[in-house]
């Protein structure tokens, strides 16, 4: 393998794969896209269900928050992907972009060119929508762009029930207005996961100045003279050092792009001194600004076999496992979570502040009850969380896990807004047109009744909704990660370009707008090297 290239990509995620495969399009710029992770050659990642294997361990790094100060200590499993794809390859397929005003605040904030207006045509830019194209959305893209192809009739039981508490049906969550409960969109093509990977860099791997290397672990990026020369990498025997002669573009996701700049010698000054880490910037938000959608969830005993429950089961399995294969339909062919929609928990709340997934089954999710009789789950989360957390280094060793700290409910007005979006999941179920289905509420069930209650429940069962973002923020301001062209301030011939840039997390799923993100940074970069 060469010893330079023009860009090293370090991460082969959601932004990664994106990355690689457009800077490559040019065939004179030479591309290098490393990843820690393994190949995504597993069946479960290409079969859409397969979600419900991941957050289980397939393809994790098999990460935990630090305790939850807030939230009686309470350690949570934080799912965070570990293969070609990144979150791509592992998430639930859900294809949401959050709210126009959340990219008009990023604006407002000083982050020129990233109006709601300025993104939508790199949305558009990437989707193969097999439903629309037009304004909103585009045809011809790489990116496969689904409606669910295995919804259940109590889905849209599900969406009468909202109906009944004003909550109204929504075609494209999407499109002109995000209010509104409906199908969610989903990352697949005929019934096959689309993953960034997928859509994006196996088209492009054939072109020979592209390199992609998975199971590479990344020392630290080298910085010679205040610019990115390039990237150490463990070797067998010995670090090995490979050059970069016009960029390096760190995707290496919320979490590991943080870490990655700290090892490097990249953020706080103490904070790296007490671990040993030679200082070359002292940054003190590098791993700062951390958010998370935080989630509650409440669980129903069906009447009958109203979800996929029943397929868990290993003859069950076996015959949705050949029904999927005759004709790519069935409980496999369903991402499990693509029912859900956006509403409101707080009075003159500037739009949906709430976010629905309705799971066709239980425990599907690591962590999750799993009941003997069939059941559904709807999750709720309160979308625009004033906590802050961090990222930090547990020691300079590359190979050790980060200290994850999203510090949930850190300010009192998420915890009250996290239960008022619960309270709202409990009274969707209860409606008249799910009762047929419902039998009754295990989770969190009769007895939680007072605020006390409510609060020692989420201690016991709330979950990350897997949005990390922020801790690599761009700004306008001097204190800031990132100026709005994703260079990071202070060092040249160096970008971040994943979800750890968001000034602010978005009111929804984070992968279609970290894919956006990637297809931004592309023109950006190829821009300022006249490519």
């Known amino acids: 393998m060469s010893k330079e290239f023009d860009f090293i990509i370090v991460g082969g995620g959601s932004a990664g794969c994106v990355l690689a495969a457009r800077l490559s399009e040019n065939p004179a710029v030479r591309v290098l ?4 992770g393994g190949r995504d050659w597993h069946p479960f990642y290409k079969m859409p269900a397969g979600f419900a294997k991941m957050t289980k361990g397939i393809g994790s790094w098999g990460y935990h928050t630090v305790p939850q100060k807030h939230m009686q200590n309470m350690v949570i499993r934080f799912t965070q992907a570990k293969v070609l794809g990144g979150g791509s390859t592992v998430n639930a397929q859900i294809y949401t972009r959050g709210n126009r005003l959340d990219y008009d605040e990023w604006r407002q904030l000083g982050c020129e060119g990233w109006s709601y207006e300025d993104v939508l045509p790199y949305f558009r830019k990437s989707e193969d929508n097999d439903t629309y194209d037009n304004i909103y959305h585009g045809q011809g893209g790489p990116l496969g762009v689904s409606q669910p192809s295995a919804p259940l009739p109590i889905c849209n039981a599900y969406f009468k029930a909202a109906g009944e508490l004003g909550i109204p049906h929504n075609q494209d969550v999407n499109g002109e207005a995000q209010d509104g409960v409906g199908f969610y969109q989903l990352t697949q093509r005929n019934a096959r996961r689309s993953s960034a990977s997928v859509a994006f860099l196996k088209p492009a791997m054939e072109r020979p100045n592209l390199t992609v290397r998975t199971g590479v672990q ?6 010679e003279g205040g610019r990115a020369v390039g990237v150490e990498i463990a070797g ?5 050092f490979i050059a970069a002669t016009r960029e390096v573009l760190c995707s290496s996701g919320a979490i590991g792009s943080p870490k990655l700049l700290m090892l490097s010698g990249i953020g706080p000054a103490d904070h790296l001194r007490d671990h040993g880490v030679d200082l070359v910037l002292d940054q003190p938000e590098v791993g ?3 958010q998370d959608h935080l989630d509650l969830f409440s669980i129903v005993e069906c009447t009958g076999d109203h979800s996929y429950d029943k397929f868990t089961k290993p003859h069950w399995s076996a015959v949705a496992g050949l029904q999927y294969l005759l004709n790519r339909s069935g409980p496999v062919a369903s991402s499990l979570f693509e029912t859900g929609g956006f509403w409101y928990v707080e009075e003159g709340a500037r739009s949906p502040d709430v976010q629905f997934h309705l799971g066709l089954g239980s425990g599907i999710e690591a962590g999750v009850n799993k009941m003997t009789n069939p059941g559904v789950t709807l999750n709720s989360a309160y979308l625009r969380p004033r906590s802050r957390g961090t990222i930090r280094l547990a020691s300079n060793d590359p190979t050790d896990a980060p200290l994850i700290d999203p510090n949930y409910w850190a300010d009192p007005h998420d915890k009250e807004m ?3 979006g619960l309270k709202l999941a409990q009274d969707i ?7 047929p289905l419902v039998q009754r509420e295990v989770l969190p069930g009769p007895d939680v009744q007072t605020d006390e ?18 801790t690599c923020r761009m700004g306008a301001d001097d204190a800031s990660v990132l100026d709005p062209q994703l260079r990071l301030r202070g060092i040249d011939g160096l970008r971040v370009v994943d979800a750890s840039i968001m000034p602010r997390l978005i009111s929804s799923n984070t992968n279609a707008p970290t894919m956006m993100i990637a ?6 970069i190829k821009s300022a090297h006249g490519l």
Do not use: W
């Not at 067998?236 to 090995?240: D, G, L, P, T």
């Not at 209650?453 to 922020?470: E, L």
């Open 33 to 36: 896209l490393l990843e820690a």
């Open 218 to 223: 990344v020392n630290r990026i080298v910085i």
């Open 236 to 240: 067998r025997q010995e670090a090995e």
């Open 288 to 290: 700062s600004n951390f």
């Open 418 to 420: 996290s239960i008022r």
């Open 429 to 435: 179920l209860r409606q008249d047109a799910l009762k």
């Open 453 to 470: 209650d409510y609060f020692n429940f989420a201690c016991a069962h709330a979950k990350t909704d897997h949005h990390p973002a922020g």
């Open 519 to 524: 297809e931004k940074a592309a023109d950006m």
